[in-house]
């Protein structure tokens, strides 16, 4: 296995290696903004729900852990405008990282089909020049498609990844939007 790896460094094209590393990298980064989101979101979502939950049960405000408790005690009047400015904030708060992701799901796969091409390109160099046969055709076609699985790779965790925050963050949205309503209805 260690042999493998050593061969297939010594072998690949220097671009090949190159856009493996930058994948090795979009991996670590949208790894870790997942689930940096993930948990900040659900603690988030979770405070929220209790925030709704005590203002459906009669409260009069919304808890002191709300998102929306900022903008409330900050304003002399409660408006729907006052509520609208929060709510902009909360969106413009909760989707943070979800660009990244989509970025580097819609980048990833082009990054490692350009290392195939190259790793491709160089592999018809080499049949120029020894003019080895099959051997060396299956070898550097099989180098080169690795670079395309791994931004496949990449790419379908980058896009889950996006979705499931994406969900996350509507659902805090959509949180914070019946407060905002319970809140004005009271009100009215």
Do not use: C
């Amino acid at each position: 296995m260690i042999n493998n790896l050593i061969d297939f460094y010594l072998k690949s094209h220097p671009v090949t290696l190159g856009v493996l590393l930058l994948l090795s990298v979009y991996f670590i980064v949208l790894n870790w903004v997942f689930f940096y989101r993930y948990f900040s979101l659900n603690n988030w979502l979770s405070r929220e729900s209790v925030s709704l939950e005590s203002l459906l049960l009669g409260a009069t405000t919304v808890n002191e852990n709300s998102f929306l408790n900022n903008f409330i005690k900050t304003s002399n009047i409660v408006s729907k405008e006052v509520l609208g400015l929060g709510m902009l904030a909360a969106t413009k708060e909760a989707t943070k990282g979800l660009s990244v992701l989509s970025v580097f799901a819609s980048t990833s796969p082009f990054i490692g089909l350009f290392g195939t091409v190259v790793s491709i390109l160089d592999t018809f160099a080499h049949i120029g020049q020894n003019s080895g046969g099959m051997s060396i055709i299956a070898a550097g076609v099989s180098d080169a498609l690795i670079a395309t699985a791994s931004g496949i790779f990449v790419a379908t965790f980058a896009y889950t990844y996006h979705q499931i925050l994406k969900r996350k963050s509507y659902e805090i949205i959509s949180y914070l939007q019946m407060q905002s309503d319970a809140i004005l209805a009271r009100k009215a």
